[in-house]
């Protein structure tokens, strides 16, 4: 059997990332009878200017029909004024993938801990599991007037039960506690959202299950992150903490995530842009994408072991300072791409 | 004229700070020419306790007569079963004064940076202009389901248009630059935002006006924080935005806010909650009563003097370490508020 991984290159430094995880890729399977056939095809701003559109159908024909979705940064200035913009075609993957669960880590490791922007000396990791295809991102009406606008924050027990579920089976494999962030002292869906958490809580007798208020939670990630092990929270509350959860980490060029449903190919993508500024350099942070190829091999090809290889090889660089600039270092992308690779081929 | 002032006492260590800020506004306006009447009245788990609601009719009418409220910390576990619970008033006592503006100083001050708990070290000090009483607060429908539940974020052009004018006249106070905080490339009502206050901006040609997503704007927060100036934003992304910003200062005891309408009593209140764990033995923080107190003078009674005594004062307490135990300090409730006194009558 072989893998077949749909590579949407993303825009600006995305195919310069993307390439290096490729690299990656190519070395950590190398005799380790993992065969993969990769099928690139146009996303973002890259579908706006190849085929007018930035998720075009036969880009998500191949998504469907792919194992898994490799994901680069996409957007960026030059669509700006588009019709339909790249981030669009986020939104609209995610919908037409089912791809209800999305899945960040957040790792402070002691070779990491400098770079943060916060004092906190205690070990961090955590995992947020946001909900990523409803709620006010989805729901209707949404309406624009000549005099009021209006957003509908929805959600269906069915939407929340399934999230709920990712939620706790991964607190199972972790530290086995789970916070849910809501504002239930406010929202209805909030409520709803805390009867459901409850009852599917019964269910995990061996996880520890908390609720905590969205802007308590904010300043929880600030000041004693490593309280958290599963926040589990809906789409736009995740959206807010999750971005807020990266930074503390002061790496966002290191920050992996995926994104999956019940069944159909999952998608993995670096957490943050496609960082116009730097475009073309050769200096944009590949460890994202790395580290998104990492999270593949492990979910969605069960290759934990080859994913381990990864993210011990990561490590390694940066235990040795070979870090691009946003880290402080002075290494290329394909400087520390080659240092992992070579770390990968002795290690393999 | 003598001003008329609610004091809405609050629960658990509400009391404690309220007698605190009380005896300041004593001292600070003795020979002064500032005579004032005190109206107690009971507010929130108080409320519930001596009227069965949270917020009583009299209480409101109170308020209503009143030229300026203060407000101390409510809620607590004493009434977490209550029906309508102390938190029921909070929103209650907004709408019913129109106070559509919540505006949150956050100040990381040379004498406080050792509170933060992010490494920045350039200088913040910004203001958080938040609308308060419409949005997904109070928007309708708000439905809870056998299967599904809703609510609504809505906002009507006149909603915005004052909260707006809000943000801009205080930039123009300060160091005349906006940022508006919304959800543009996913929300309607944010667009409708982005539509009115570039209109308003206009007529403002001396501020610089940008935007930001909500999401990276709990980035910059950490980062960046001395970037910031005037934060206007809608009611739920300012109730995350201005909890995370007030955590960055690590001095949530010391931080008071104003809500105000266009006429009417505006109302005074420190950010943080009723702290049950250290009530009643004399240990909480009085400052951020003693600064609402301030925010009060300057800003319903246009006694901009009288309030700087008592920041003055407050700084000095700081810098000579007599802080209570948040701080990392040894001083009680009332060491705190006397040293502050004995300063503002050398002042005086
Ligand atoms: C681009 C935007 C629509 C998107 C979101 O809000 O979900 C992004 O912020 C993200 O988190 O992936
Ligand atoms: C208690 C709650 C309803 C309130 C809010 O969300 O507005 C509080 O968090 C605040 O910010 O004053």
């Given at each position: 059997m072989t893998a077949q991984i749909a590579v949407l290159n993303g825009d600006y430094i995305g195919p310069e990332i993307m390439a290096a995880g490729l690299k990656v890729l190519a070395a950590v399977t190398e005799n380790e009878n993992f065969d993969y056939d990769l099928h690139p095809v146009p996303f973002g701003g890259e579908g706006i200017d190849k085929l007018g559109d930035p998720l075009p159908a036969s880009t998500l024909a191949t998504c469907k029909q792919a194992d898994a979705v490799l994901l680069s940064a996409i957007g960026g200035p030059k669509w700006d004024k588009a019709e339909r913009r790249p981030e669009t075609g986020l939104l609209e993957i995610r919908k037409a993938l089912n791809l209800f669960a999305n899945i960040r880590p957040t790792v402070i490791s002691p070779a990491m801990r400098q770079y943060s922007p916060i004092r906190n000396e205690s070990p961090v990791d955590f995992v947020i599991v946001r909900e990523l295809t409803s709620g006010i991102y989805f729901g209707t009406p949404r309406?624009?007037?000549?005099?009021?606008?209006?957003?509908?924050?929805?959600?269906?027990?069915?939407?929340?039960?399934?999230?709920?579920?990712?939620?706790?089976?991964?607190?199972?494999?972790?530290?086995?506690?789970?916070?849910?962030?809501?504002?239930?002292?406010?929202?209805?869906?909030?409520?709803?959202?805390?009867?459901?958490?409850?009852?599917?809580?019964?269910?995990?007798?061996?996880?520890?299950?908390?609720?905590?208020?969205?802007?308590?939670?904010?300043?929880?990630i600030i000041a004693n992150p490593g309280q958290f092990d599963v926040i589990l929270t809906e789409n736009l509350f995740g959206d807010i903490l999750s971005d807020e959860a990266a930074q503390i980490t002061g790496s966002l060029g290191t920050i992996p995530s995926m994104s999956k449903g019940t069944d159909g190919p999952a998608l993995y993508e670096p957490i943050h842009g496609s960082a116009p500024d730097i475009a073309g350099q050769g200096i944009a942070d590949p460890l994202s994408m790395i580290k998104s190829v990492a999270m593949m091999l492990a979910n969605s090809f069960d290759r934990q072991d080859l994913s381990d290889t990864i993210m011990t090889a990561v490590d390694q660089a940066i235990d040795d300072q070979i870090v691009t600039p946003d880290l402080g270092g002075t290494a290329t992308t394909d400087e520390v791409t080659d240092t992992i690779i070579k770390t990968i081929k002795k290690v393999g």
């Open positions: 309406e624009t007037h000549e005099t009021y606008a209006l957003d509908t924050m929805r959600y269906t027990e069915n939407e929340i039960e399934r999230i709920v579920k990712v939620g706790f089976e991964m607190a199972m494999k972790r530290r086995k506690h789970v916070t849910l962030v809501d504002k239930a002292n406010v929202l209805d869906t909030s409520k709803f959202w805390r009867k459901i958490t409850a009852r599917i809580a019964a269910d995990y007798p061996e996880v520890t299950y908390d609720t905590s208020y969205v802007d308590a939670a904010s300043m929880k």
